[in-house]
């Protein structure tokens, strides 16, 4: 299924682009090829493989034998994801590099670019390596981090919007994905009262709160109006919900089948680019897929 000719907002990233997958032969990558192979047959593009290390010098003992097995790993997975997507062109790329700066380069050609997640830890959150933290807070397009031995499950694509910010970016993703899934879509902003409002009587909170949420529901409307317009066969369901956002967000995406939120760009040298709580909290504890869509 293709996406529609754009009327809207459009997805960040080039549409146009491969989806490149990293791949280093972990079980969570394994699980993120597949995924990402039925994302590249959703979209109708092709899907490359990119394993990327510094690869040692081929005169030290034992390098050649393991540089020759990487390859190999490598051919083999490109021979079982044509197995499971025939119509997908699949192509592998090992990269001499640094895996963060050879992903993130990738970024910039990619539709979507997809990681591998590992399972929960002693604490009951999910391991996310430093490969994938660096990549989701530099990437140029919408990266999308898939759990270990986990499909896809059933349900809405959920989508989490702050409209104090631009949500454009992060809805026409949300919105694509679940066309492209024929799935129902579900839109929630989280808001809450200004600071200082506690010390209010009950009376002047209540009719504080009251114009608040009108203002917020009407904010939400018109930022979904041109995406409903763009995608009539989706079925949308807006939420307003007060609260704390990672936790309300962390709390919805127990029945989704894939997460969308947002992360603002940052014309900044990387070392000072961050993720922001929510992303951080979605990243660490949501069991379904979690799409991080960057917004400048």
Request: glycine share 8%.
């Amino acid at each position: 299924m293709t996406d529609p000719a754009p009327t809207g907002p459009s997805v960040p990233g080039t549409s146009t682009g491969p989806v490149v997958v990293g791949f280093d032969g972990s079980p969570e990558s394994l699980t993120a090829t597949e995924w990402a192979a039925r994302e590249a047959e959703r979209r109708d593009r092709p899907l490359e493989v990119l394993e990327a290390w510094p690869w040692p010098k081929r005169d030290v003992v034992g390098s050649d034998q393991t540089y020759h097995r990487a390859l190999a790993h490598l051919a083999d997975r490109e021979s079982a994801l044509s197995d499971l997507v025939p119509g997908v062109p699949v192509s592998t790329a090992p990269v001499s590099a640094d895996p963060v700066e050879a992903l993130e380069e990738a970024s910039h050609r990619a539709a979507v670019l997809v990681l591998g997640s590992r399972g929960l830890g002693t604490l009951r959150g999910f391991l996310v390596g430093s490969v994938s933290q660096e990549v989701l807070r530099r990437s140029a397009c919408p990266v999308v981090l898939v759990r270990a031995r986990e499909d896809e499950p059933d349900g809405s694509v959920t989508a989490g919007i702050d409209l104090a910010h631009p949500a454009g970016h992060v809805l026409a993703f949300a919105f694509q994905a679940a066309a492209l899934r024929s799935a129902p879509l579900r839109v929630i902003h989280v808001w809450s009262p200004p600071a200082g409002s506690e010390y209010m009587s009950y009376g002047a909170i209540g009719g504080l709160e009251g114009e608040l949420s009108s203002a917020e529901w009407s904010g939400l409307a018109e930022a979904l109006e041109p995406l409903r317009a763009r995608y009539p066969e989706v079925e949308v369901t807006a939420d307003l919900v007060r609260g704390k956002p990672a936790v309300e967000l962390v709390d919805a995406a127990a029945s989704a089948r894939l997460l969308v939120l947002g992360r603002r760009l940052r014309h900044l040298p990387f070392r000072h680019h961050h993720l922001g709580p929510v992303a951080h909290a979605a990243i660490h504890h949501v069991h379904c897929p979690v799409a991080v869509v960057p917004y400048g």
